[in-house]
């Protein structure tokens, strides 16, 4: 069947234009098609950077574990002390390696660099001669929210003037039937508002397999032969017609680059785990990310959203094949991204970050809380890396890429290692009895000790290397006078840093526990599963809270009581780290708070410069988030596409050729056709379907006919 808007015929979809995407073999050699191994964007002086990095990361760590071996025992050696060394250096590289690609970026940063890829901030516009498809994978997330960033886009690159040359798709793996019907009416009243009929599309797809990795290769497979570029967006994704623009005439001047990944900067939060995610985001990100754009060079990353992307580069290199095992660790891959940038890399194409351009924005989760969500999925993905590590030819850059990101989740259990370990070398030297001449007799004793000079020595120089990409941060944003002014002025801003610093250090042993909680669950074979993410209100109520934190606050009681007894000294020692732990329940409920973040921004703290002086994409985003032009439908899809013929007929418009004998038979269709054919009313109906029922009903024309016969 085919709906109509006004004479022609409405076509939720474009003509279909199919593009090869192979599965790539993981243990055959690459096809560089005759590319060079070395990209020609490359910077000349590379090498140097990288040895400059990861060499002053090296030496760092050296000096460290001298000093932390002088710390233990000089004198001697003990398994308990040999473990703590061997953390320490495990631990200390990814500080040091944090410090010396942050000193990089501070010089990047303050001498205007982070663009390149003759990319600009500002000037004529290039005159765009590819298409590319912008495309916004959504999975039940709030349908007024996703369109009102994509009329925001749509918006901001008409004014541009060159709209023509782009297409937005709206790729949805919403599995809930109230969403999903609510999506398609999103969808139809955006195309109204906004005049797209010609250029905004929407496609649902009834079997979701593979998450977001397969949802956006089922695109390239059906739609990508017809676009030079597609851009990758989240849910909560907004950029400026402007950038867009730019980077993709940067993709035309280069056909080597296979990727370009900007740096997103954390926008809309409101409670004050969101503000400090954002500010943190938006000062010390940028030192950061020019950072390892500098010593990356053509050997980038891409972080799933926010980046232009080569289709044909994708589809020749980027087909992610299954890793052998089961769930956790086998099957689909789950953070496909840091894998897709590189296997294109290893197919010859540049992945390149360009940190300096603006126009790029997403949101923070609201609550620590929905962070562990998140990061749960992403630890299992993280970890998922270790197969993908030894296939053949990676670039030793790509195989570091995954490395810190497992990395970034096997700390937390190693921090937590090495703080027992501390405790139980205090422990040692508290009930143990020293030989003071052991079985040797000699004139002068041996005396075993842990030296508190040379501890205090190792921990102000690990705390001055942990927090001096802060600081320097507010240096670099000291040189930048207008950033400076939207973040409040040096003096708010340095309050902020101390707000967003002391507060973290607080919440971090939370996070620690949460992550290695994480890790523990994977290793024991729980799949993460795919939840949607809160991205509005981060309120819980307090008993909630309570039963999801209380454990770790006992703990921290735990292990006070522990270190007191052993030592009154090392109890004051870790007090940072108890302090968090004992306090998690008032800590997430305050940070979770909406009015508390709120009373931060009115006091002038927190602020970025995007909510203190809004460019015009955001102001176009809050503006269609504060209205709603879409009809007032019923939250019940099967009572929407009752109450809208123009609904109804979209909705069947859009759905799935009818089925065919020998096609898979689908078991919840069976069912709930059964059920809706023995329902008496619409209401008893809607009691007995399940929601995997009542999408594969809705997904049928002849369910939707059942629905439609049913009396009220």
């Known amino acids: 069947m085919q709906a109509t808007q006004g004479t022609t015929p409405f076509q939720a979809l474009p003509p ?57 025992d000089a004198n001697g050696v003990s398994i308990l002390g040999m473990i703590m060394l061997v953390l320490f250096v495990a631990l200390f590289m990814w500080i040091a390696l944090a410090f010396t690609s942050a000193l990089a970026g501070f010089v990047s940063l303050v001498t205007r660099g982070g663009l390149g890829l003759g990319i600009t901030r500002s000037g004529p516009l290039p005159e765009l001669r590819s298409r590319t498809a912008l495309l916004l994978p959504t999975y039940n997330e709030p349908p007024h929210r996703v369109m009102a960033g994509l009329k925001a ?102 056909p080597t680059v296979g990727l370009i990944q900007t740096l997103p900067v954390i926008v809309g939060g409101t409670t004050l785990f969101a503000r400090m995610q954002q500010f943190a985001g938006r000062v010390y990100g940028p030192i950061i990310a020019h950072g390892i754009a500098w010593w990356h060079g053509s050997e980038g990353n891409y972080w799933g959203h926010n980046a232009i992307i080569r289709t044909r580069a994708f589809a020749g290199q980027a087909g992610l094949p299954h890793v052998p095992g089961r769930p956790p660790f086998g099957g689909h891959i789950l953070s496909h991204d840091f894998v897709e940038a590189a296997l294109m890399r290893r197919g010859g194409w540049a992945i390149h970050m360009v940190p300096a351009l603006d126009g790029s924005y997403e949101e923070s989760p609201p609550s620590l809380t929905d962070v562990a969500i998140r990061d749960r999925r992403w630890c299992q993905g993280n970890l998922q890396h270790v197969k993908v590590l030894p296939t053949k030819g990676l670039h030793w850059i790509s195989r570091m890429h995954m490395i810190v990101g497992i990395g970034a989740y096997v700390t937390s259990p190693l921090w937590l290692v090495f703080l027992l370990t501390g405790i139980l070398i205090s422990l040692q030297a508290h009930f143990e009895r020293p030989e003071y001449f052991g079985d040797t007799k000699t004139l002068y004793p041996h005396w075993p000790h842990v030296d508190p000079v040379q501890a205090k020595y190792v921990f102000i120089g690990t705390m001055a290397i942990l927090l001096a990409p802060k600081l320097l941060a507010y240096v670099a944003l000291l040189f930048d006078r ?41 290793l024991s074979g729980h799949d993460s599963g795919w939840n949607t993410q809160r991205r509005d209100d981060g309120g819980f109520p307090l008993m909630v809270v309570v039963q999801q934190y209380a454990k770790f606050t ?87 596409l009752r109450a809208d013929t123009s609904l109804l007929a979209a909705h069947r418009a859009m759905l799935p050729p009818a089925r065919k004998a020998g096609d898979p038979i689908n078991a919840e269709r069976l069912v709930g056709l059964v059920k809706v054919e023995e329902a008496p009313t619409l209401a008893a109906a809607e009691r007995a379907l399940s929601p995997k029922e009542k999408a594969a009903v809705l997904g049928c024309s002849e369910g939707v006919d059942a629905i439609l016969r049913l009396p009220e």
């Open 482 to 522: 207008v950033t400076c002014k939207g973040c409040g002025g040096a003096i708010r801003a340095a309050g902020s840093v101390l707000v967003e610093t002391l507060i973290g250090g607080l919440i971090a042993p939370i996070a620690m526990l949460i992550q290695t909680s994480g890790v523990m669950s994977i």
């Open 153 to 254: 886009i749509y918006q901001s690159l008409r004014e541009t003037g060159q709209m023509g040359a782009f297409d937005l798709f709206i790729l949805s793996d919403t599995t809930n039937p109230d969403v999903w019907v609510e999506e398609e009416a999103a969808f139809l009243a955006l195309r109204e508002q906004t005049g797209g009929h010609e250029n905004i599309f929407y496609r649902r797809r009834h079997n979701n397999v593979e998450r977001k990795a397969g949802n956006v290769g089922e695109w390239v497979r059906r739609f990508g032969g017809a676009y030079e570029q597609m851009v990758t967006l989240d849910a909560d994704s907004v950029m400026s017609g402007d950038t867009l623009v730019r980077m993709a005439g940067a993709m035309e001047r280069h």
């Open 16 to 72: 279909e234009s199919p593009l090869n995407m192979p599965v790539q073999d993981l243990h055959a050699a690459p096809d560089f098609e005759g590319r060079p191994r070395i990209p020609v964007t490359s910077p000349r002086t590379v090498a140097l950077r990288r040895l400059a990095v990861l060499g002053s990361a090296i030496a760092l760590t050296g000096y460290g574990a001298w000093r932390t071996h002088k710390v233990l």
């Open 554 to 640: 006992l703990f921290g009681l735990v292990l006070g009581i522990g270190a007191w007894v052993v030592s009154p000294s090392l109890f004051f020692w870790m007090t940072p780290v108890l302090l968090g732990l004992v306090f998690s329940i008032p800590l997430v409920a305050l940070t979770s708070s909406r009015a508390v973040g709120q009373n931060f921004r009115k006091a002038g703290l927190l602020l970025v410069p995007e909510e203190t002086y809004p460019l015009d994409v955001l102001k176009k985003l809050e503006h269609a988030q504060e209205s709603d032009e879409a009809p007032q439908l019923p939250d019940d899809a099967l009572r929407a």
